[in-house]
């Protein structure tokens, strides 16, 4: 879905990290998804730290992690000035 339509954002929360479809989401998100994944935990579900840590380890480039981790939720609320 997100793929097709450009208003679907990724946010996997609590459904990513360490469950099955990890590795399709980490290709998205390395690929054509880069510009529409936004990092996300299940907190208290998924602790902080570890889930920052999973994120950190999937091998994403500089540019990718700085998208996921914080650049794509300042674009989609506006709030990174453009």
């Known amino acids: 879905m997100a793929f ?16 099955p479809g990890e590795a399709d989401n980490v290709k998205g998100t390395a690929t054509f998804l880069q510009d529409r994944f936004l990092f996300a ?3 208290p579900f998924c ?16 540019d990718v992690l ?5 650049g794509n939720a300042l674009r989609l609320l506006g709030l990174d000035g453009s």
Do not use: C, H
């Open 4 to 19: 097709r339509r450009a208003n679907v954002w990724m946010l996997p929360d609590v459904y990513f990290p360490g469950l």
């Open 41 to 43: 935990t299940g907190y």
């Open 47 to 62: 602790p902080i730290q570890e889930t920052i840590d999973r994120y950190l380890g999937f091998g994403l480039s500089d």
């Open 66 to 70: 700085a998208k996921v981790m914080r």
